[in-house]
């Protein structure tokens, strides 16, 4: 029968996904992470199949009462968390936090300052996505080469003259931290709002090897909740300017969002525990690893970016692979072994080298969660020179890379609750 047919091979494929991804692969891609096993339980609840329109406790659906106190403890959880005051959760991913900030911030035809592309910028940030959605301007600001880094003179100059809306920082190719208390009054003094889009460095920012944007004069914090803050996938806004805040927050539901995905509420409340426990131990493990997985590359003769800086200040490392076939076809021969990273414009690409860009990006932060320290770094930078270099067999290697994940199953610096007691009919995870 067809059907008995199709329904094998959703299985199956849900099966081979677990398999190759959770337990054989070494995943290096910089913007994912893994639940722990408690988040992920708590994952699959009723709240997935709820609506929940408007706020806590103001809502246009009866049946939530519990959806509005998870969703406030889970803000209260993450204000607490941030240092922040307000909190929104219901973006469900950061591209639409981003979306309600801008959308308040400025209208069509208005202009916004973003970081230059070479720093990093998020494709929300320009106008080939969100920001071109909302027919904002964006105008890139000047590069500093020899800092990999916003030119914080010349950024200066550009904030007086162009009189921006806002100014977007933060970034996807992330390795250093871009210069937010240094351009925060410049923003202010032009009557500008200041975004900080801490994506990829939520995790590394709640565990302190971050500085705290909102410290630095950042009207609003957006993030993603999966990156190197291993929670759900989502999104999140923060502030602690009231009047800015409501007005973002009047507006996500119904411009951005009609459900919110309620499910994300209890699994992003519990990781929010976890990095209240653990968050400062994981953050300083992960740019440990990261320096070591980066020098460790650099001694066997990889052409890591960054080294008149130390190479990296967050979970990435990035790595020019001209010389080894390119970053699609590095990161193509490097998946074959179960190691799995992803082509990157470097700062020096034209924008056009998308396709066969000359570098890869390796984030450090799931293996870290899995308990990978920088013995472990040492062994990835190896087995990637047998690849890339050495030409060594791909199947052996493989058998290397399985051998070395199957040593590290277990998600770390998480919080642990025996569920059994309530005879759970929770569906476990097939493999
Ligand atoms: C990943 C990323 C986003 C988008 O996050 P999603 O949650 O995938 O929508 C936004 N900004 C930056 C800087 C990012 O790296």
Known sequence: MDVQKDLEKVIELTREQNKWRRVEAINLIASENVMSPLAESLYMSDFMSRYAEGKPYKRFYQGTKYVDEIEVLAMNLMNEITGSKFSDLRPTSGTLANAAVFRILAEPGDKALIAPVQAGAHVSHTKFGTLGALGIEHIEMPYDKENMNVDVDKAVKMIEEVKPKFVVLGGSLYLFPHPTKELAPHVHSVGAKLVYDAAHVYGLMVGKVWSNPLDEGADFLNVSTHKTFPGPQGGAIFSNDENEFKKVSRTIFPWFVSNHHLHRLPSTAITALEMKVHGQEYAA???????????????????????????????????????????????????????????????????????????????????????MKEGEMEEIATLMKQILMEKKDIQEIKRKVIELRSRFLEVKFALNYDLSKYNSKVIPMIM
Do not use: C, W
């Open 285 to 371: 493990q992960i740019v440990r690893n990261s320096k070591a997985l980066a020098e460790s590359l650099a001694s066997l003769g990889f052409n890591v970016i960054g080294e008149h800086l130390g190479y990296t200040k967050s979970h990435q490392v990035a790595v020019d692979v001209r010389k080894l076939g390119g970053g699609t076809f590095v990161a193509k021969t490097l998946e074959s072994a179960n190691i799995i990273v992803n082509k990157n414009l470097l700062p020096y690409d034209p924008p056009e080298a998308v396709n066969d860009p000359s570098g890869i990006r390796i984030g450090v932060q799931e293996m870290t969660r899995y308990g």
